[in-house]
């Protein structure tokens, strides 16, 4: 939750080794070969726009933009990109996509498919029906949240239907409702034979906006504490059986006593059948809102034809979620269901997930304990002193915007080689709506008292500044109404107390002799309803009153999206 580095910051920049995600696509494929790699645009650095909140008034610059990232991927991590979206949960331009597929194919780039529009499922299916051209080149029509339906056009299309992001939903048992009847239903009501959650991992702070939103949780580097939580298992009773390549039977899918189920292939021989029976009140998701239904236990008999027929056995995994009575069964190996003449029943309960397969691989790991939960450290200390850092970025900073990375300060041979920078300098054609101001969070939002210090240095003359803050208390796609304690310099000798990030609740201001491009060292100190900030170790201003927010992160930032470095923060 928050932003994250391009490959491309400038115009004149290429650097394939920022963020997590370089690492994360290579773990993925070490523990599956298998798995597809999809890359889509949430927001492009303003360069594209050439001054323009809009990435397809220079579509070939978006294009080499994009292409680039697939083309670094393969040189620098050996990573094959199989899809391709546009721009997430905004407007497409057919223009840009045509151009996006000549320039991938002028690249040798062929085997990389596209994927549209990453919103709803009109207007890009009407227009795909309209344009042979765009038809030509658009490889899958992906929607976001369909709620398990798709629409006449798109199935009109004949182009594969995706959910291409869903779930979204806080990860307890209905969150596991959710996730397992939509797995489902996108195909049996909607046609969609993918169906991809955002988020995987739920590993960012938990009260930033979509805490706890991802299959599992695991949200405490400094501990190593982790949760796999109920929708792990349950994405487990389709993937552990099934492969990307594997294709579904066209069956009814929907269950007499409510509920539904499907069966998918390898066209080798096996099968796999997933059935669930989630309840409404079980299920829902975070979107969109679910119509009224009923489900019952019931007794459902399915019949094996054609080369099934033959099928003697077949392994059985099984998840009963709980809820209120918290002992939910996930994904337990029950005994083999024979099969009598190409049939078998089954006796099923609600709120239930089975599993039936031809495959004998599945697996459910008796993984070491995590180790326990611990709150964020209460004196911790960071000196950004790592010639060969793991990341581009500092662990356990929660860039909201803007992107903080460490930086070697050649031109300074002093105390400040190795820094912490934000790097973003014009403000992003962006997605959500971003502050005016960059800032990157950090620590334990249940702090109350604390005492932050930094060394900053303003980089930008005349308008520049940074600040340092406390009890700061939003983020994510609500970072423009953040509130806290924050203390500002500005290149120009001034200095404000605001409470708020906007910087429009002024607290208290005046001179304070900071000057760009020299380095100093700001404390912040907040006990209860008073605040005290020192400058270089003395009292620059005092007993300042602040009530709301009443607790709240660290945090560090710029007055504009401007160069500025940090170095040896503090917080206790």
């Keep these: 939750d928050g932003t994250e580095p391009s490959h491309m910051h400038y115009e004149n920049d290429e650097n394939y080794f920022r963020g997590y995600e370089w690492w994360l696509m290579k773990e993925a494929k070490k523990r599956n070969p298998k798995i597809k790699l999809i890359g889509l645009p949430w927001t492009f650095p303003a360069w594209i726009g050439k001054g323009e909140n809009w990435p397809y008034d220079y579509p070939d610059v978006t294009a080499y933009y994009v292409v680039s990232w697939i083309l670094g991927a393969k040189r620098y991590h050996d990573l094959d990109i199989d899809y391709i979206g546009i721009w997430n949960e905004r407007a497409f331009s057919s223009k840009y996509i045509k151009l996006l597929r000549y320039t991938l194919d002028k690249h040798g780039l062929q085997q990389v498919r ?263 450290p209460s004196n911790y200390k960071d000196d950004f002193n790592i010639r060969n850092p793991p990341f581009s970025e500092a662990p356990n900073f929660a860039d909201q915007t803007g992107v903080f990375e460490y930086f070697i300060n050649s031109s300074d041979p002093g105390d400040h080689v190795f820094t912490l920078r934000q790097v973003v300098v014009q403000r992003p054609i962006t997605w959500a709506s971003d502050a005016d101001q960059t800032i990157s969070l950090i620590g334990n939002f249940q702090w109350v008292n604390m005492t932050v210090t930094c060394d900053i240095y303003i980089e930008k003359q005349r308008d520049g500044g940074v600040f340092i803050a406390g009890r700061v208390d939003n983020g994510g796609i609500y970072v423009r109404r953040t509130k806290g304690v924050f203390f500002w310099v500005f290149a120009d000798g001034t200095y404000r107390v605001t409470g708020d990030l906007a910087g429009e609740e002024i607290l208290m201001k005046g001179l304070s002799g900071v000057r760009d491009n020299a380095w100093h060292t700001l404390t912040l100190n907040i006990q209860g309803t008073s605040a005290s900030g020192l400058l270089n170790g003395y009292p620059l201003w005092e007993n300042v009153t602040v009530s709301k927010p009443s607790n709240g992160w660290a ?13 040896n923060f503090h917080v206790e």
Excluded at 202 to 213: K, M, N
Aim: net charge negative; charged share 15%; with cysteine.
């Design 555 to 567: 945090a560090i930032g710029t007055r504009s999206f401007e160069f500025a470095q940090f170095d």
């Design 114 to 376: 596209i994927v549209a529009s990453d919103r709803l499922w009109e207007p890009i299916s009407f227009v795909l029906l309209l344009d042979s051209e765009l038809h030509g080149v658009v490889d899958v029509i992906g929607a976001h949240y369909p709620g398990t339906k798709t629409v006449p056009n798109a199935l009109l299309t004949k182009k594969k239907l995706w959910s291409s992001e869903d779930y979204s939903t806080f990860n307890d048992e209905v969150g596991a409702g959710c996730w397992a009847r939509i797995l489902n239903q996108n195909y049996v009501n909607g046609n969609m034979t993918s169906t991809i959650a955002w988020n995987l991992v739920a590993s960012y702070y938990e009260e930033l906006p979509f805490g706890r939103c991802g299959l599992m949780t695991a949200q405490e580097p400094w501990s190593g504490h982790y949760k796999v939580e109920a929708p792990i298992w349950i994405t487990a009773h389709t993937t552990q059986f099934t492969q990307p390549g594997w294709s579904y039977l066209q069956v009814d899918g929907q269950l007499e006593g409510g509920g539904s189920f499907v069966a998918l292939t390898d066209g080798l021989g096996n099968l796999t059948i997933i059935i669930e029976t989630m309840t409404h009140n079980h299920s829902q998701c975070i979107r969109p809102l679910l119509p009224h239904f009923s489900v019952t236990p019931q007794k459902a008999t399915f019949y094996l034809r054609g080369s099934f027929y033959m099928v003697q056995t077949l392994q059985v995994w099984h998840s009963r979620l709980g809820f209120g009575s918290g002992n939910s069964s996930l994904f337990q190996q029950l005994h083999p269901v024979k099969v009598w003449k190409g049939s078998f029943s089954l006796y099923l309960n609600v709120d239930e997930v089975y599993t039936l397969t031809t495959l004998k691989t599945g697996q459910k790991c008796g993984c070491p304990e995590p180790p326990p939960p611990q709150p964020f």
